[in-house]
């Protein structure tokens, strides 16, 4: 069920209420106006799609968006399952040992091949807006250098294991020189471009529309910003894929020639890296921070240059009556709490108090004993005041905080209050309270997968939700049968995205990877043949996935490991097969 370009359908979005996954659909009716995206251009079969989609033009009416469904589960329950496996005798396949052969270079060029990005034409008629324009212009000189390279994957996939590199070589290495001046301009003016986006979004009500229509259709798999910055750093992506090359190379005894090409290529792509780390990374920092200020309603206050956000996330406080469930912010100077509940701006939290960090000490316990004997408590102290929560992950909170507390106590400025209008601190449980219908519903951010997951979201994760990427084909063996299905599967910004092939412009589901555990199948789940398999596991959800190859097994499970935010999430049995 391909949709065309020019196919916008309104979709109809639903929330899962205990795991943060969303099921995706047609509603019954729509506005008849539609967006208009980008056309593809079609110039490569395997390539990655969406990085370079952005919102060209749109009527002026309001998008439809659905309500969010608490008795719906992920889309992976519903969608993907609708979808017939194939009858191939592939699917079939013995057991064979479990070996840790060395990677072949086939396989890391058809990795780098699916890395690459499946660019778009942009229209002439974007917006009437000076940045907008210049930002669509830089955008438009990257597909012609990159297309090359891309050409000369595909077409090694044909050609001898000896005679790949040789193909490869000169390319990439010409294709880095050429692109490495681009990206360097990019990032210099990307936190212009992110900030005027930012601008926009704020007072033009117009213009807000559009991103909003754009963000909560199915095609854009992501917000906008995140998209931007995945531009930003693919040539940084390139670096373990084009290290395994090297190394491949290197052990092989492969033409010096070639081997310097790709030894070349290598070293400019990490003198970008080391040129550009501390932009990426502020910009990284200042997208999450984008996105904390729209899930809390404080739009515009905690954008300040000397403010950092370190951890966000679920926490259970203490309160008159019983503990409740709060959201808690982590700032370099305070710390924010807030509910889920109903508000004017349709914000997915309500931060109703704040507590300066200066002065204050932290006690690894329960010390008033006021926690009806939850584990993993901690214990905030200041003058006049003393904080009681519980965290599940309370090692990493202790360790932000600790920090935090003594940079605090460093600081020769005070920086302003975050909530300007205090509210009670109640103890009514507002994880009942659902946001009203006509509330807006985007794409699951961090902060809300936090909510639904019990877990936090460090700034440490932050830098490597765009950094950690892959994409590829998995096999999914379907619930009630034996049967396996075929998937393109792509994954950014630790969230696992399912397609029906390459070809697709929709995922069918997405699956968040927060707090999932990752491992090998054990006896007990009764999966027969499964070389090369590994499941995904969160409370009573499991799925099970193989690959075609030990290299992409291996490779998948590192990637979905450091995803996956747990200490954890991988199992002994798999880091003893992964030899980590």
Not at 429 to 440: G, H, I, N, R
Request: glycine share 4%; with cysteine; net charge neutral.
């Amino acid at each position: 069920m391909s949709r065309s370009t020019n196919d916008t359908t309104e979709l109809t979005r639903f929330d899962s209420s205990d795991s943060g996954g969303v099921s995706i659909g047609d509603p019954t009716a729509g506005s008849s106006d539609s967006l208009r995206l980008m056309k593809r251009d079609h110039s490569s079969e395997y390539q990655l799609r969406h990085d370079y989609a952005v919102v060209m033009k749109t009527s002026q009416s309001t998008a439809s968006v659905g309500t969010p469904s608490k008795e719906i589960e992920m889309s992976l329950e519903n969608d993907i399952d609708n979808y017939a496996p194939s009858c191939s005798s592939e699917y079939y396949i013995t057991r064979k040992d479990f070996g840790k052969p060395e990677p072949q270079l086939a396989n890391v060029l058809k990795e780098f091949y699916w890395k690459e990005s499946f660019f778009y034409k942009i229209k002439e008629h974007v917006a009437d807006c000076r940045f907008l324009k210049e930002l669509f212009g830089s955008l438009k000189e990257l597909p012609p250098i990159h297309q090359p390279f891309v050409n000369a994957l595909k077409e090694s996939m044909n050609e001898p294991d000896d005679s790949k590199a040789s193909m490869v070589a000169p390319v990439l290495l010409a294709t880095v020189h050429n692109l490495t001046p681009l990206y360097q301009s990019l990032v210099q003016n990307f936190p212009i471009y992110i900030s005027a986006l930012d601008q926009l979004y704020r007072s033009k009500i117009a213009f807000r529309t559009i991103m909003s229509k754009f963000e909560s259709s199915k095609e854009c798999y992501t917000q906008v910003n995140w998209l931007l910055l995945k531009i930003l750093n693919r040539l940084i992506n390139w670096q373990p894929v084009l290290a395994r090359v090297i190394e491949i190379q290197l052990s092989e005894c492969g033409n010096d020639t070639e081997t310097t090409a790709f030894g070349v290529a290598m070293d400019k792509i990490i003198e970008f890296a080391k040129k550009t780390k501390a932009t990426r990374q502020s910009l990284e920092e200042y997208i999450h921070v984008l996105q904390v200020e729209r899930d809390t309603g404080l739009v515009g206050i905690l954008t300040h240059p000397n403010r950092k956000i370190l951890r966000v996330g679920f926490v259970l406080r203490s309160a008159r009556r019983a503990p409740c469930c709060r959201i808690m912010v982590l700032c370099s100077d305070r710390i924010l709490f807030g509910h889920r509940g109903p508000n004017l701006d349709g914000n997915f939290f309500t931060v109703h108090a704040e507590f300066k960090l200066k002065g204050m000490m932290i006690d690894e316990g329960d010390t008033y004993k006021v926690m009806d004997g939850e584990k993993d408590v901690i214990t905030l102290h200041n003058a006049d005041i003393s904080i009681v929560f519980a965290a599940p992950d309370r090692a990493s909170w202790i360790e932000d905080i600790t920090e935090a507390i003594k940079n605090a106590a460093r600081a020769k400025i005070d920086l302003p209050s975050l909530v300007m209008e205090k509210k009670e601190e109640n103890d009514i449980d507002m994880t009942k309270v659902l946001l009203p219908e006509e509330s807006p519903v985007s794409k699951m951010s961090p902060l809300q997968i936090c909510w639904y997951r019990k877990c936090s979201f460090g700034r440490k994760d932050v830098n490597k939700m765009i950094t950690n990427t892959m994409c590829g084909y998995l096999k999914r063996k379907l619930r009630n049968s034996s049967g396996w299905q075929d998937l393109w599967v792509v994954m950014c910004c630790h969230t696992l995205y399912f397609y029906r092939n390459h070809n697709e412009s929709e995922p069918l589901a997405h699956l968040s990877l927060m707090d999932y555990g990752v491992g090998l199948p054990t006896v007990a789940d009764n999966i027969d043949n499964h070389e090369n398999c590994f499941k995904l596991f969160y409370g009573s959800h499991t799925y099970f996935f193989r690959t075609g190859s030990y290299y992409f097994f291996e490779r998948w499970v590192d990637s979905i490991f450091q995803a996956a935010i747990s200490r954890d999430s991988l199992d002994v049995v798999t880091a003893l097969a992964l030899r980590i």
